[in-house]
């Protein structure tokens, strides 16, 4: 089993910053990749980014936070980060931290493993 726990959302004016943190335990040397997601209010669980857990990994990003967005992790401590930068109120969504051991990445179905996820909320 793999334990996540998400932490690091709030409250955020547009055209600011946030930086999501999800500490991983467990069985977390079988997980292949970690991904974050969102879900808005009446809207579907979308895809936001995801990485491979080891060095050189591939990273994947959603178009809609190409260039706004950062995934990162430090292996040494089993964490995994999503880096926010000029948040639009769009990116009003509870986040979620995810892992899967088999690919595709970019879809929440290959997913085993979820957090209980953060409220972030940006303001206009």
């Known amino acids: 089993q793999v334990q996540l726990v998400e932490s690091g959302g709030g409250l955020v004016q547009a055209g600011g910053s946030l930086r999501l943190s999800c500490a991983a335990s467990?069985?977390?040397?079988?997980?292949?990749?970690m991904a974050w997601f969102r879900q808005a209010p009446g809207e579907d669980r979308d895809f936001v980014a995801a990485?491979?857990?080891?060095?050189?990994?591939?990273?994947y990003y959603a178009d809609s936070v190409e260039g706004r967005f950062t995934i990162s992790r430090d292996n040494a401590k089993n964490t995994l980060y999503l880096q926010m930068n000029s948040l639009k109120p769009e990116d009003t969504a509870v986040y979620y931290c995810?892992?899967?051991?088999?690919?595709?990445?970019?879809?929440?179905?290959?997913?085993?493993?979820w957090g209980q996820g953060t409220q972030v909320t940006v303001s206009s």
């Open positions: 995810a892992a899967t051991r088999q690919f595709p990445v970019t879809t929440p179905l290959t997913y085993s493993y």
């Open positions: 467990g069985r977390t040397f079988t997980t292949y990749a």
């Open positions: 990485i491979s857990w080891m060095i050189g990994g591939s990273t």
